[in-house]
């Protein structure tokens, strides 16, 4: 008599250390979102003279991507919530994959613009899943620690990623960095479909009294959310721009966004520390880094040695951002988990497309020497959100 076979047991979550291995694949197929979405930062000079634009409308690569995402994260998120989840993670690293080989090979600065609008498409799926995708690998009062370990990736993306890719880029093309990206992109996707288990979606906040706070509280972040990566990405879209304008070779600029960019592994170190017992406490502390060192950069450029100290009390701060404002948002309970990433993808990209155009507009204006005040005053103004918003950024660990 024939017997039907046992169904799969579902994946129960646990701790951090029975979750390591879908935590190491979404921190690595992070890592490789988050380099394909910057990559152009550190070749603008590259593109621009290859391509024959100017820097500013070369910056224009990272805002059309940025933006794709802000207006699709939410409407592909729904159309996708019936799919599993794991499947539609595999499907946007495909996507990466190929816009990153379409830029590569593409003759005009019209096709690189869109296939980075693909990748953007994808990307507006990616993180909005992966978002949730962490918090569901572990028990609730441990989704801190597991989204900073996840942000880690991001982390590693600016400390590897777009360095690595300038330094080679300098050194043999910048298309060659593309090239290389795609099979990261490839690689990424093969260890995520055997690293990852699945996990099932839903996960709605009850309706009940205060659902209106939950959701006031949810604006409150992702409002401080587009406010910090508007402010950062005003400046770091054109970081090799001032870097260079302060003196730096060319050569050294790829080894100083390495360093630079390494320094954020602190901060990231620092959110995956404190982040379930102290939200609120480590949100300022950030913000407070971030401001500190965009607004010092401002008061040290042209010197050398000064804007690049300033740059690395940036970085070490904007390191634990992503952790910080995706823990935040998950536990105001506004909404599901892939709504929540949804928006908190969003509101980021906003302020990354907006940042990019913005500091456009004040380095072909005012010149170089304004856009580190104007991501400052930025930063400063998401601090004072925070600051104000005590039920979106409440003392203490999660629940408490």
């Known amino acids: 008599m024939p017997t039907s076979s046992p169904r799969p047991t579902p994946w129960q979550p646990g701790d951090v250390r029975e979750a390591a291995g879908g935590l190491f694949a979404l921190a690595l197929a992070t890592f490789v979102a988050i380099t394909t979405e910057l990559v152009p930062v550190g070749l603008l000079p590259l593109i621009s003279d290859d391509l024959t634009v100017s820097e500013a409308v070369a910056g224009l690569l990272v805002t059309a991507y940025a933006f794709m995402v802000a207006a699709l994260a939410l409407p592909l998120t729904s159309a996708t919530r019936r799919l599993p989840r794991k499947a539609v993670l595999l499907g946007a690293l495909a996507i990466y994959t190929l816009s990153n080989v379409i830029v590569a090979l593409a003759p005009t600065f019209a096709l690189v613009a869109v296939a980075r609008a693909l990748g953007g498409a994808s990307h507006a799926v990616f993180f909005s899943v992966s978002i949730g995708y962490a918090?569901?690998?572990v028990r609730p009062h441990l989704a801190g620690r597991a989204l900073a370990l996840v942000t880690l990736?991001?982390?590693?993306?600016?400390?590897?990623?777009?360095?690595?890719?300038?330094?080679?880029?300098?050194?043999?093309?910048?298309?060659?960095?593309?090239?290389?990206l795609a099979g990261a992109c490839a690689l990424a996707g093969v260890l995520t479909a055997l690293l990852l288990p699945s996990v099932p979606g839903g996960g709605a906040p009850p309706d009940d009294a205060a659902r209106g706070a939950r959701r006031t509280a949810l604006a409150g972040v992702t409002t401080a959310n587009a406010l910090v990566y508007l402010g950062h990405y005003t400046v770091y879209t054109y970081i090799s721009v001032l870097l260079l304008a302060a003196g730096l070779a060319t050569a050294a600029l790829g080894p100083a966004l390495l360093l630079i960019g390494a320094l954020g592994l602190i901060g990231a170190a620092y959110a995956a520390a404190r982040l379930d017992v102290r939200l609120r406490q480590t949100t300022v502390v950030t913000l407070a880094v971030v401001a500190g060192g965009v607004l010092a950069l401002g008061l040290a450029f042209p010197g050398t040695v000064g804007t690049l100290a300033a740059a690395a009390v940036w970085s070490i701060g904007f390191g634990a951002c992503a952790a910080v404002f995706q823990t935040a948002a998950i536990r105001t309970r506004g909404a599901s988990p892939d709504v929540v990433g949804a928006l908190v993808n969003a509101t980021a990209n906003i302020g990354i497309g907006g940042g990019a155009a913005l500091g456009a507009l004040v380095l072909d204006g005012a010149g170089v020497a304004v856009v580190p005040y104007v991501g400052g005053a930025l930063v400063v103004a998401a601090l004072v959100v925070?600051?104000?918003?005590?039920?979106?950024?409440?003392?203490?660990?999660?629940?408490?």
């Open 153 to 180: 990736g991001a982390s590693a993306g600016f400390v590897l990623g777009v360095p690595l890719s300038t330094s080679l880029g300098t050194a043999v093309g910048w298309r060659t960095s593309f090239f290389v």
């Open 386 to 400: 925070v600051l104000l918003g005590r039920r979106a950024f409440p003392r203490g660990p999660a629940g408490g």
């Open 135 to 137: 918090s569901r690998l």
